[in-house]
């Protein structure tokens, strides 16, 4: 990092550290008690605070992660301060331990974007300092930074353990990716993904010195026809099933192997993946989270993803391989036919964003699920053909992640998609200038209005006293 790239990365983060300590203040005087799920992550933190770890309220469905670091950090704090009674572990000081993660978070992007892209000359230090402000300010994720929820320790665990993976520190990945599964057990998929980076760089490694020794140059290991697919994963199979490359693979990842072994014990000692209440988060195939996912990073991703030549492109596709998408947009209408689920919460709860998405759209006619098909093939296309310049094999390792942190989810529920959707906006090429500007100048508009509505436009339930508010 240059000097002045640094200095401008340091004010960047200041100004919007301050920022967010301005609005911090804003919530906290607005909204003083605990609102939301907050009615379980706050009490349970206090119980930790007060020493109660054998306190366990059966509605908290993740482990206690957060609680446990809540501690870790606001008891040193208080002691050093000589903070008493009920200022430590109050509202307030629970909800500062996420603007600390926020911080964080927001050097880890600018962190893994450096070194993601760090072959790509072109892209400038402001660039980079853009594009990690603009993932820092994602609305979805900002705004759970002013409230305690898991959101922003789980994406910072989770983000820590991908640099460390990148730079070949693997124990120390997998360390960190037990503290985001502390946090989230669905973070368990992303330590997945980082042994998955290991391996796609050993595939791509082994594809490229098959490719020329055969000499042939018509086949990347970027994309081709289908018939180069289909040698790709034949290829793909031959390499795993030799014991000599299992065991090279194995004395690489096995940090990630002892962390998912772990998990998986885990898993049969709790009955499940979920403690706590599981009446409400139980898992099935519902394969149109995938299409929701595709949908919603349309939606924050516009200046890539819906363009004009992106259109162009994807109906010169069409014209080319009408087949292929024929049976896509079969299988596509099978799948929302056979595996859509509705969860009770989607219906009931109308303070989330996805309870007017869904009666707004998907309530309107039984048929819009199905005419929305095209929009969700244009949506798949036009996301893979960002990642055409990964390799093939990250690819695939990164869509069977994909499907395996969305599909189980019954509920349609956006937090669910942060992770899927920054680690794709991190390995995607940089956005001209004026597209980064219009992307950060829509996450502003995104979160003003957000956070209008959560702030001055409260309402009440019939049954209630308590004041409502709209959030995502």
Not at 160 to 165: A, V
Not at 296 to 321: A, D, E
Not at 373 to 397: E, H, Q
């Amino acid at each position: 990092m240059e000097r002045a790239e640094a200095y401008g990365f340091s004010g960047v983060m200041s100004g919007a550290f301050l920022l967010s300590c301005l609005l911090f203040a804003a919530v906290s005087r607005r909204q003083r008690g605990p609102y939301m799920d907050e009615v379980f992550h706050v009490p349970q933190a206090q119980a930790y605070c007060h020493g109660r770890f054998l306190q366990w309220d059966p509605m908290i469905t993740t482990l206690p992660g957060l609680y446990l670091l809540s501690v870790g950090v606001v008891k040193p704090a208080a002691w050093l301060l000589g903070w008493t009674g009920s200022v430590v572990c109050s509202v307030g000081m629970l909800r500062f331990i996420n603007l600390l993660f926020s911080a964080g978070n927001f050097y880890l992007l600018y962190l893994l974007l450096f070194k993601i892209h760090q072959k790509n000359k072109a892209v400038s230090g402001f660039q980079r300092i853009l594009s990690a402000l603009t993932l820092a300010v994602f609305p979805t994720l900002y705004f759970f930074t002013f409230l305690y929820y898991t959101d922003p320790g789980s994406v910072f665990f989770t983000l820590f353990s991908y640099l460390m993976c990148l730079y070949g520190n693997h124990k120390t990945s997998a360390l960190l990716g037990f503290c985001g599964f502390m946090f989230r057990q669905t973070n368990i998929v992303w330590t997945v993904f980082c042994a998955g980076n290991v391996v796609a760089e050993k595939l791509n490694e082994a594809w490229k010195i098959e490719l020329q020794k055969k000499k042939d140059e018509k086949i990347s290991s970027r994309k081709g026809s289908f018939s180069d697919l289909t040698r790709i994963l034949q290829f793909l199979v031959e390499y795993l099933i030799s014991p000599k490359n299992v065991v090279a693979l194995t004395a690489l990842t096995w940090p990630y192997i002892i962390l998912v072994s772990l998990f998986f014990v885990f898993v049969i000692i709790n009955g499940g993946i979920v403690v706590g209440d599981r009446s409400s988060h139980e898992a099935c195939l519902h394969f149109p989270q995938l299409f929701y996912f595709l949908s919603f990073t349309v939606f924050f991703s516009f200046p890539h993803l819906l363009t004009p030549t992106k259109i162009r492109k994807f109906l010169l596709s069409l014209q080319k391989h009408p087949v292929q998408y024929s049976l896509i947009t079969v299988i596509s209408l099978f799948l929302i036919w056979k595996f859509t689920y509705v969860h009770k919460y989607l219906l009931a709860d109308n303070r989330h964003y996805t309870f007017y998405v869904w009666r707004k759209v998907f309530q309107r006619h039984e048929l819009v699920k199905y005419l929305l098909v095209p929009f969700y093939i244009f949506a798949g296309w036009s996301f893979a053909d960002t990642l055409k310049s990964k390799s093939i094999f990250w690819i695939l390792m990164y869509f069977v992640c994909l499907l395996a942190v969305t599909v189980p989810q019954k509920l349609l529920e956006f937090r669910y998609f942060i992770l899927p959707f920054l680690i794709y906006k991190l390995n995607i090429p940089f956005l001209s200038l004026y597209r980064q500007l219009l992307e950060l100048a829509f996450y502003i508009l995104v979160n003003a209005v957000t956070f209008y509505l959560f702030l001055n436009r409260t309402f009440q339930w019939e049954n209630s006293d308590e004041v409502q508010r709209f959030m995502w």
